[in-house]
């Protein structure tokens, strides 16, 4: 069982705790009605199934409740950092050294 | 006492028999052995047939790999379990054991007819032979496969023992309690850390056990052993036998499954079975040793064939001789050191016959010396004998050509083919082994937890070199820990530390063809399966073991795996790491679904959620039924009646005076703050800015992609406060998607969100005179038509109580829901139920509601919508605020497939015979008469029979409904097809006057 860090909490919980909530840094569009029908395909459907470094949504639905943001890897499946809703996708390379973004298929 | 127990020897207790059964007869054993010990201790080696050729086994290990020696293991009625190992299960009084996969007894089984027609049963025979034809699969083969393979039944009966479970967080776990594991142990309580030991068997100790010569420290063995369990006991450390690490998960996550209370003869009271622990360790050691390996050859299965290790497992822990003349066959100096205990306890040893050419000069002088004849450079050609082994023929080897054989009379042939570190948890957590090409055996390499390794898994040998490892691996966790390590390691005398080689399948001069040499046991797959497979194009070891089913027995490939990975290279030409290593998983050895469950069961599976009003329902007769995870009253039979004529009943009482309905099961969210309005604006698509407070509004709820997710009513209390309500069912991820788009993509706004489902007791009061029972009951307001118009909202006092009312309707009547709090839920019942009285107050149950709805034509989310279903479809396009600039759903709503026409919409069906009711889900057609498989247009979602309009009624989604008024479509049943004609959803009270009374 993985062992989650709440970024709110500050304390560092089991999964059981936590729900998965999708993928991270989604944004809903400031004004929907303006969307063309592919930019809202876009932001409705198209997700990016990576590889490796993935950046994802958990809430701490059996504790504090707050949304926050997680990179874990999706070979390893080894969370390598969580940061609070809103912040910026941390450099997990200069955090790490494992290299973010490679999409399914790419080595 | 019988002839094989050697009196004073071994750690069973000598004074204290123990009396148990197998196969109906009564044997004694002594406290602290085995059932296999015992067994072996009256003589009998035979315990089981075989899964697929019903041969005759018996026991080949001393342990947890055992793969032969399963057993059907009873203490009372339902306390049974199949498959239990004879090697790891203790002998207690009040034991029944039983022998599996037998036909009519263990000595003469009929299904052993399958060994002699073996060449029919090769690898892929499944799949080969029971291909066609088709029909057969399930008349035929698959009742021959189930009956003729096989081991243990599982039981029938309910299991009545309690199971345990417990969470412990610590600093170091340590699995293994050989001598390793103990170093590791003490150099972590030695500097001060939180310490939990783990073994699987009945005692700490591990082969040294099996070793009563070796000294450490100065002292026996055994002595040392014993102090080394006291001072772990002085320093806290939980030392847990009879406890099996079962897998390794994420972040040093160990489960552990405790056998707690099977090797008693009485279970204390409340005492549970067995215990599973969660053990979350900042430092993991794994001592867990090495497994001896069988060598492959014709005959290595028949009863008496065993591993050497585990012959001097039963001599020296147990005091059993396995036989009286023994001929040891290996690959590995170990073998040559159990030979020699065997020799100096009496049993005669007529020759070791060993396949390398060159062996050290001491083992062979000693053998010499104790009478041993001692045969280099030789192999195995085949055993015989029917229920037990008789004599072994070996053969010399040179050069690769295989001699002549000659026979040698035997009753047990020990062998061993080296041994395999036992790497299982380690693979749990993915890392990654490397082959050794020197020692032939896959170590560990990369690691992904924090975990070190020690002793014989790591590949070393002798227990001079497992102390001095357990220290090192104990010194590594503990600095780990922030902690400074003093132990070391103490020294060792008459350490017997050797060497081996690996091989395949033994070389034969007999037909390799006709070979009946096993690599797993428990699944009956022989070497020439394996090069069959190979034969037949299987290259990866993956397929090689999907293709014949070695290592997928329940010992997992214990012993076949390092055998059957030998073969397959050998047979590829290839080196074993180029063919690859199958992957260990959880868990280590077969786990109770007891453990696993252990308090889930039962009650305890899921919650049932009551309501307040619960009791009552309850005591007043009502029948329930399950939604999501509440118990909601169904109906309320009086006298005999059936389901329908209470229904009807209820039904018509509501119509005609009034009906009481307990509703507490609606989820409830407050929305409260500066910004409630503008935040129910973005969610809900209706408009909210001018809902006055005290007025209500059915609300519609869409997801980004504009279908309908939930709906309610939703009360506006003040400017800031808005009580909504939301389905039963849908409660939690209404809440759930609120808090996502107030913390994520609105944090601007000024709202706070609080679930208050469980704060009320809900109660709606509908009929004609439903204001005549509810007014008298009311303080502090008018509930007058002019005062309180339908829509409308208000706190006020409710038979005394604080209470939120509602004027609704979910029935198409005169509607009131009053909200008290929760703990007065049955008081306001009982209130309304004395007030009602000179109305004839009916209780009714969910299906009443149900049914006054859909003749209403109101959808309830989740049964006439799907999830595929929007707004437009269902007939609701007037709950759009389409002059808001936004709200979740509205962009979603013009994609081009939500537009097109041809959608599925919601219509009313009536059957052209009033009697007949639709089935939920049926499918619908235009027409009746066109060839298979028909166009289906759409379903029926809802259908009552409607005591108020004496007919039935249904709703359904069909293909451009709304503009197929009145036609008749059809619905095709297995014994008829059924006509019905397309109409509007309101079938009562279409003007909608009886709401507003």
Redesign the interface.
């Known amino acids: ?3 989650i860090h709440c970024p709110y909490c500050g304390e560092t919980l089991p999964e059981t705790e936590f ?1 998965y ?1 999708g993928e991270a840094h989604i ?2 569009p400031e ?3 303006e ?1 063309t ?1 592919a930019e ?1 395909v876009e ?2 459907f198209m997700r990016s199934n990576v590889k490796g470094v993935h950046f994802e ?1 958990w ?1 701490h ?1 059996h504790g504090c ?3 926050f943001n997680a990179a874990r890897h999706t070979v ?3 969370f390598l950092t969580t940061y609070k ?2 912040e910026p996708r941390p450099d997990i390379e200069a955090l790490t050294g494992i290299k973010a973004g490679v999409k399914e298929g790419e080595k | 006492m019988s002839t094989y127990r050697i009196q004073g020897r071994g750690r069973v207790n000598h004074s204290e028999p123990v009396y148990f059964t197998f196969d109906g007869k009564t044997y004694t054993g002594l406290r602290g052995d085995t059932v296999a010990s015992a067994l072996l201790a009256n003589g009998v080696h035979l315990m089981g047939r075989s899964f697929k050729y019903h041969r005759p086994r018996g026991a080949v290990s001393a342990g947890s790999d055992e793969p032969n020696a399963l057993l059907g293991t009873r203490r009372g009625k339902g306390q049974f379990e199949p498959n239990t190992r004879a090697t790891l299960q203790e002998v207690r009084g009040n034991l029944e054991t039983t022998s599996q996969n037998k036909l009519p007894s263990l000595k003469f089984d009929i299904g052993a007819i399958n060994d002699a027609s073996y060449m029919m049963f090769s690898a892929g025979f499944y799949y080969k032979t029971f291909m066609w034809p088709k029909s057969f699969w399930d008349k035929v083969y698959e009742p021959f496969i189930r009956a003729a393979a096989g081991l243990g039944v599982a039981p029938s009966e309910e299991d009545p023992d309690d199971y345990a479970a417990r969470y412990v967080h610590i600093d170091l776990l340590v699995v293994g309690g050989g001598v390793a594991g103990i170093m590791a142990a003490l150099t972590g309580a030695r500097a001060g850390a939180k310490v939990v030991l783990v073994d699987e068997t009945a005692e700490m100790g591990g082969a040294l056990l099996s070793e009563p010569a070796v000294t450490i420290g100065g002292m026996a063995g055994w002595d040392w052993l014993a102090a080394a369990l006291e001072e772990l006991e002085s320093l806290g450390v939980q030392v847990m036998t009879r406890t099996t690490a079962i897998g390794y998960y994420h972040e040093n996550m160990v489960g552990l499954v405790q056998r707690v209370s099977d090797h008693l003869d009485h279970v204390p009271e409340g005492a549970p079975r067995e215990r599973l622990w969660r053990v979350r360790a900042k430092q993991v050691v794994l001592a867990q040793g090495a497994l001896e390996k069988p060598l492959v050859f014709d005959g290595n299965d028949r009863p008496g064939v065993m591993l050497a290790s585990a012959a001097q497992t039963y001599l020296n822990r147990y005091g059993v001789k396995v036989g009286s003349r023994a001929v040891v066959v290996t690959t590995h100096d170990s073998a040559w050191y159990a030979a020699f205990d065997l020799a100096e306890a009496g049993i005669s040893v007529a020759a070791i016959a060993d396949i390398r050419p060159k062996i050290d000069a001491e083992l062979v002088s000693k053998a010499r010396a104790l009478g041993i004849e001692v045969l280099p450079s030789h192999t195995v050609i085949t055993t015989r004998g029917r229920l037990r082994v008789k004599s072994v023929s070996v053969a010399p080897v040179s050069n690769g050509a295989v001699g002549t054989s000659r026979v040698i009379p035997c009753d047990v042939v020990l062998m061993s083919g080296g041994w395999t570190p036992s790497l299982h948890l380690f693979s749990h957590t993915q890392g990654k082994l490397k082959w050794d090409a020197e020692a032939q055996v896959y170590l560990p390499d990369v690691k992904t937890e924090e975990v070190e390794i020690a002793g014989a898994g790591r590949g070393l040998w002798g227990y001079g070199a497992a102390l001095e490892d357990g220290v090192v691996a104990g010194r590594t966790a503990v600095k780990a820990l922030g902690l400074r390590a003093t132990a070391r390691a103490p020294g060792v005398g008459v350490d017997r530390p050797g060497t081996g080689i690996m091989v395949k399948d033994l070389p034969t001069n007999g037909d390799p063809g006709k070979a009946r040499a096993f690599v797993d046991f428990q699944n009956d797959v022989t070497a020439k399966d394996i090069r069959l497979a190979v034969r037949e194009g299987m290259r990866s070891i993956e397929h090689v073991k999907r293709y014949t089913t070695n290592g997928m027995a329940t010992d997992q490939g214990k012993m076949s795996n390092m055998n059957g990975l030998m073969i397959a290279s050998d047979a590829l030409g290839k080196a074993p790491p180029q063919v690859g290593l199958t992957t260990f998983r959880p868990p280590y050895t077969p786990t109770t679904f007891g453990a696993l469950a252990n308090y889930v069961r039962g009650h305890q599976f899921e919650v049932t959620r009551k309501t307040a009003i619960d009791s009552w329902a309850e005591e007043n007769g009502a029948v329930f039924e399950p939604v999501s995870q509440w118990r909601r009253a169904w109906y309320f039979p009086k006298d005999g009646e059936d389901m329908a004529a209470a229904v009807a009943r209820e039904c018509a009482a509501t119509r005609k005076s009034v009906g009481i309905f307990d509703a507490s099961t609606l989820g409830k969210i407050e929305v409260v703050g500066p910004d409630a309005v503008e935040f129910m604006n973005r969610t809900y698509t209706n408009p909210w800015t001018k809902l006055a407070p005290g007025r209500t509004r059915y609300g519609l709820l869409l997801g980004e992609d504009g279908y309908i997710r939930d709906d309610g009513v939703i009360g506006r209390l003040s400017q800031d406060r808005f009580h909504v309500t939301t389905t039963t069912g849908g409660a939690a991820r209404v809440l759930n998607m609120m808090e996502d788009y107030l913390q994520t993509e609105w944090p601007d706004l000024k709202v706070w969100l609080t679930s208050t489902t469980e704060q009320w007791a809900t109660v709606a009061v509908n009929g004609p005179n439903a204001r005549k029972v509810l007014e008298p009951l009311v303080e502090g307001l008018d509930i007058s038509n002019e005062a309180f118009p339908h829509m409308s909202i208000a706190e006020c006092t409710v038979a005394g109580l604080p209470a939120r009312l509602f004027r609704l309707s979910f029935t198409g009547e005169l509607g009131f829901e009053i909200n008290v709090p929760a703990s007065k839920g049955r008081v306001l019942w009982e209130a309304l139920m004395k007030s009602g009285a000179e109305y004839d107050i009916c209780p009714y149950g969910t299906e009443t509601m149900h049914v006054l709805r859909a003749e209403k034509g109101y959808i309830i989310v989740g049964q006439d919508t799907d999830g595929t279903v929007t707004p437009g479809d269902a007939g609701l396009d007037w709950a759009l605020g389409k002059k808001k600039p936004d709200f979740i759903g509205m962009r979603g709503l013009k994609r081009p497939d939500l537009v097109a026409s041809g959608r599925r919409q919601l219509v009313g069906l009536l059957t052209s015979d009033p009697k007949v009711k639709l089935e939920e889900g049926a499918q619908i057609v235009l027409d009746p008469n066109q060839p298979k498989p028909m166009k289906m247009v759409g379903w029926v979602t809802s259908s009552y029979y409607s005591a108020t309009l004496g007919r039935t009624i249904a709703m359904a989604l069909i293909e451009g409904g709304f503009d197929k008024m009145n036609d008749t479509v059809y619905i095709p049943m297995p014994d008829k097809t059924i006509t019905a004609k397309i109409t509007g959803t309101v079938f009562y009270d279409p003007e909608g006057e009886k709401v507003k009374l």
């Open positions: 069982m993985l062992l729900a909530a944004a809903r004004n929907p009605s969307q029908d809202w932001y409705l949504r809430r639905i409740g707050r949304f390893t499946d080894k809703a809103g």
